[in-house]
């Protein structure tokens, strides 16, 4: 079986990047034998030393192999009106597995993974040019893909709300904690690097700046708390939109973070924030489950559904619930999960669902 996958993805250091490398990793752990190849394409100018780089990785996988294209990325968004079809790039292949569901012309079957529907919940929280975009490919995803990877039950509850044609096509296959291959910076290195002081005490929230993780609120809710001796660090690139965080000196704007970096943070910190108002996983919360980070999160959509028992839920719209949730949090001493997220769980079930796709067509 010869699986094209296109990992263009992958250089923006986005949700759906983590997904990418980590199903991969994945993938390559598992005893693929000769059943399977994989041929990883990507069009981009800019990251196109990040794809080598990458690659470089899995040189020694004799299943995989590589094709990056130093075209504008645009190429790809205008995949469908060009019918543009990978196999005139990379050769023949028996199935397509687009991972963010731009939507490409081939008389392959495809599967593509779909990891939220924000953009039809929340669509003020995007700009119209987005929400455009993504419901013009999500439109594609659900008409023309052969089978679709729902990363949750929420997200597969939303995809067969708004696109009915979609029912008898979905599987959930979960994510998993993003930093499962991750080593962890020295502790040392890491508050030297931020400016924090040794044994600092410290929330963590790990969000890009966009409305949609809902950072006003928290910092408005943080400060309000008034919780002694604790910071917030948000640990995160710039997004969209106007999200301007109150200057405090107990508030920290990290930016981008490496993962290496980050994992420690978050391993040291009294817990992780994430009271976001609408996630199609929550990959945060994988990580903090995985190491045994105490955990606040919202009440609603995927975050209840992955959030363990023990995790602190509160209802993200209001500022006085997220309040007694940080001073709950700031009382919990250790927490012990059963972790049920696997990256090669996660693989292995892809592999499967591959071969569903296939024998569907065949019928």
Same mark, same amino acid.
């Given at each position: 079986?010869?699986?094209?996958?296109?990992?263009?993805?992958?250089?923006?250091?986005?949700?759906?990047?983590?997904?990418?490398?980590?199903?991969?990793?994945?993938?390559?752990?598992?005893?693929?034998?000769?059943?399977?190849?994989?041929?990883?394409?990507?069009?981009?100018?800019?990251?196109?030393?990040?794809?080598?780089?990458?690659?470089?990785?899995?040189?020694?996988?004799?299943?995989?192999?590589?094709?990056?294209?130093?075209?504008?990325?645009?190429?790809?968004?205008?995949?469908?009106?060009?019918?543009?079809?990978?196999?005139?790039?990379?050769?023949?292949?028996?199935?397509?597995?687009?991972?963010?569901?731009?939507?490409?012309?081939?008389?392959?079957?495809?599967?593509?993974?779909?990891?939220?529907?924000?953009?039809?919940?929340?669509?003020?929280?995007?700009?119209?040019?987005?929400?455009?975009?993504?419901?013009?490919?999500?439109?594609?995803?659900?008409?023309?893909?052969?089978?679709?990877?729902?990363?949750?039950?929420?997200?597969?509850?939303?995809?067969?709300?708004?696109?009915?044609?979609?029912?008898?096509?979905?599987?959930?296959?979960?994510?998993?904690?993003?930093?499962?291959?991750? *080593?962890? $910076?020295?502790?040392?290195?890491?508050? /030297? =690097?931020?400016? &924090?002081?040794?044994?600092?005490?410290?929330?963590?929230? @790990?969000?890009?700046?966009?409305?949609?993780?809902?950072?006003?609120?928290?910092?408005?809710?943080?400060?309000?708390?008034?919780?002694?001796?604790?910071?917030?660090?948000?640990?995160?690139?710039?997004?969209?939109?106007?999200?301007?965080?109150?200057?405090?000196?107990?508030?920290?704007?990290?930016?981008?973070?490496?993962?290496?970096?980050?994992?420690?943070?978050?391993?040291?910190?009294?817990?992780?924030?994430?009271?976001?108002?609408?996630?199609?996983?929550?990959?945060?919360?994988?990580?903090?489950?995985?190491?045994?980070?105490?955990?606040?999160?919202?009440? *609603?959509? $995927?975050?209840?559904?992955?959030?363990? /028992? =023990?995790?602190? &839920?509160?209802?993200?719209?209001?500022?006085?619930?997220? @309040?007694?949730?940080?001073?709950?949090?700031?009382?919990?001493?250790?927490?012990?999960?059963?972790?049920?997220?696997?990256?090669?769980?996660?693989?292995?079930?892809?592999?499967?669902?591959?071969?569903?796709?296939?024998?569907?067509?065949?019928?």
């Amino acid at each position: 079986m010869i699986i094209a996958f296109d990992i263009t993805q992958l250089i923006y250091g986005t949700g759906v990047s983590v997904y990418i490398s980590n199903l991969i990793e994945g993938l390559s752990r598992l005893n693929l034998g000769s059943n399977y190849q994989f041929k990883f394409f990507a069009f981009s100018r800019g990251g196109y030393a990040k794809l080598i780089s990458f690659s470089q990785q899995y040189k020694e996988v004799p299943q995989f192999s590589f094709k990056f294209y130093p075209f504008p990325e645009k190429i790809r968004s205008l995949s469908l009106s060009l019918k543009i079809d990978p196999s005139i790039l990379i050769g023949p292949y028996d199935l397509l597995h687009v991972p963010d569901w731009v939507g490409y012309q081939t008389k392959q079957p495809v599967l593509t993974t779909v990891h939220d529907l924000a953009i039809h919940r929340f669509p003020s929280l995007f700009h119209a040019e987005i929400v455009k975009k993504e419901i013009k490919y999500l439109e594609w995803a659900a008409n023309s893909s052969q089978r679709i990877i729902c990363v949750s039950r929420t997200t597969r509850k939303d995809l067969h709300h708004y696109y009915p044609k979609a029912q008898e096509k979905t599987a959930v296959i979960y994510e998993a904690d993003p930093f499962e291959f991750t *080593q962890p $910076s020295p502790y040392d290195q890491v508050t /030297s =690097k931020y400016k &924090l002081l040794p044994r600092q005490k410290y929330f963590l929230s @790990i969000a890009t700046l966009e409305p949609r993780k809902n950072l006003k609120r928290l910092v408005q809710a943080f400060l309000a708390a008034k919780i002694p001796y604790h910071n917030l660090l948000i640990a995160g690139r710039i997004g969209w939109g106007d999200v301007k965080i109150t200057s405090h000196p107990s508030i920290k704007l990290l930016g981008y973070v490496p993962a290496s970096d980050l994992l420690t943070l978050l391993q040291h910190s009294s817990g992780l924030v994430y009271p976001s108002l609408w996630e199609g996983f929550g990959l945060p919360l994988a990580a903090a489950i995985a190491f045994n980070t105490p955990i606040l999160t919202s009440s *609603q959509g $995927s975050m209840a559904e992955i959030a363990p /028992s =023990k995790a602190i &839920l509160v209802n993200p719209l209001e500022t006085n619930s997220i @309040i007694e949730g940080l001073k709950k949090l700031s009382l919990v001493k250790s927490v012990s999960y059963n972790n049920p997220f696997s990256w090669l769980k996660t693989a292995q079930e892809t592999l499967d669902l591959y071969k569903t796709a296939l024998r569907a067509r065949e019928e």
